[in-house]
Nanobody
C-alpha cells in the first residue's frame, strides 16, 4: 500500500515561501492522482491541490490559486507543493494523499492513502 510521507513544513513569516515534499516509497504510485489537503485547528480538512499522473492536469482550491503550485516527479515517486506569498490563514497541517485512480478530484473520499501530515505555520 502506498505510504505518503510529507516533509518541508515549518514556521514562516507572512509573505514567505515554503516547499512541501511528499515521498511515496512503498506500494503503488503509478497511475494515481496525488493531492494535498490541509486542516487548520478547529476546522475540517480541506482540499488544496491535486495533480494527475502525467502532470498534465491540475486543480487548485480558489484560496490558493496563483500562490501555490503542485508538481510531481514520478521517477522519484514524489509530489511537491510550492507555496508562495503565504498568509496566516494558510496555517494548518498539510497532508499528502494518493487517489484511488488517475482522477484529479477535490473529493477526499476518492483518496485511499494519507500521510501523517506536516505543520505549516505562518506568522503575521
Amino acid at each position: 500500500q502506498p505510504e505518503p510521507v510529507e516533509s518541508g513544513g515549518g514556521l514562516v513569516q507572512d509573505g514567505g515561501s515554503l516547499r512541501l515534499s511528499c515521498l511515496v516509497s512503498e506500494g503503488s504510485f503509478s497511475s494515481r492522482a496525488m493531492g494535498w489537503f490541509r486542516q487548520a485547528p478547529g476546522k475540517e480538512r480541506e482540499f488544496v491541490a491535486v495533480i494527475s499522473w502525467s502532470g498534465s492536469r491540475t486543480l487548485y482550491a480558489d484560496s490558493v490559486k496563483g500562490r501555490f503550485t503542485i508538481s510531481r516527479d514520478n521517477a522519484k515517486r514524489s509530489v511537491y507543493l510550492q507555496m508562495s506569498n503565504l498568509k496566516p490563514e494558510d496555517t494548518a497541517v498539510y497532508y499528502c494523499a494518493a487517489a484511488s485512480a488517475d482522477w484529479p478530484t477535490d473529493d477526499p473520499r476518492r483518496y485511499n492513502y494519507w500521510g501523517q501530515g506536516t505543520q505549516v505555520t505562518v506568522s503575521s
